[in-house]
């Protein structure tokens, strides 16, 4: 099984309907992030969490949001869905010691906003 | 402040033949900078990563980088590509004592030719 779980895999939705994408993790890391990717620009930050009380924004957190149920889930939302939020969408972990810059990565979502 | 560029979004290479993925950096702290892989319809996976000990760093699957703090550059190097080395490559440069702020290159597709 993977440490780092994302459902759906795929997602079309339409626009305006709210959609939730979700994340789960058994590797027991604090530290939680939400990514989306784009071609020809890399990967930019939504929302991280560095635990269950804590949630920051990222570089591009309008338009989503986060909930961090439990230490193992993060979950991202976005409230209206628009055409430009089409990407692929990646959750991560780290953990909080030494060595927090290694990230593990799910599998991806790849939602498409008609 | 910091960023990445990788220069070339594509980079296509024979079996056998050495593999050199370019990508210069600009952070106005020490930076430590990583280089992730992405296999298709798989999450982001860490190859190496320098965080200001050896300049010279080995990564998992005979690839290495090489941070040259004078060309403000860490390339990323293989001499001898195989078929399963396809796929996209991505640097990463994050600010000394920050978790969060990592900054992803926009990535090269790296082909790998029989």
């Known amino acids: 099984d993977a440490d780092v779980t994302q459902t759906p895999r795929n997602r079309i939705t339409k626009t305006g309907k709210r959609i939730m994408l979700e994340c789960s993790q058994t590797k027991g890391h604090d530290r939680m992030y939400w990514y989306r990717q784009d071609p020809g620009l890399g990967l930019r930050l939504i929302y991280y969490s560095f635990d269950v009380k804590d949630i920051n924004k990222g570089e591009i957190s309008d338009g989503y949001s986060v909930s961090r149920q439990a230490q193992a889930k993060f979950s991202l939302s976005l409230e209206s869905a628009i055409p430009n939020q089409t990407a692929l969408y990646f959750c991560?972990?780290?953990?909080?010691?030494?060595?927090?810059?290694?990230?593990?990565f799910g599998s991806g979502t790849q939602l498409s906003v008609l | 402040a910091q960023s990445v560029t990788q220069l070339d979004s594509h980079v296509s290479v024979s079996e056998g033949t050495p593999v050199l993925l370019r990508c210069n950096y600009s952070s106005s702290y020490s930076p430590s900078l990583f280089w992730y892989v992405q296999h298709p319809n798989k999450g982001l996976q860490l190859l190496l990563k320098?965080?200001?000990?050896?300049?010279l760093v080995k990564g998992i699957n005979g690839f290495e980088a090489e941070f040259k703090k004078s060309e403000t550059s860490f390339h990323l190097t293989k001499p001898s590509a195989h078929m399963s080395d396809a796929a996209e490559y991505f640097c990463v440069v994050k600010r000394s004592g920050s978790a969060r702020q990592l900054t992803f290159g926009s990535g090269t597709q790296l082909t790998v030719l029989p």
């Open positions: 991560a972990t780290s953990d909080s010691g030494t060595g927090n810059e290694k990230l593990f």
């Open positions: 320098y965080t200001s000990a050896a300049t």
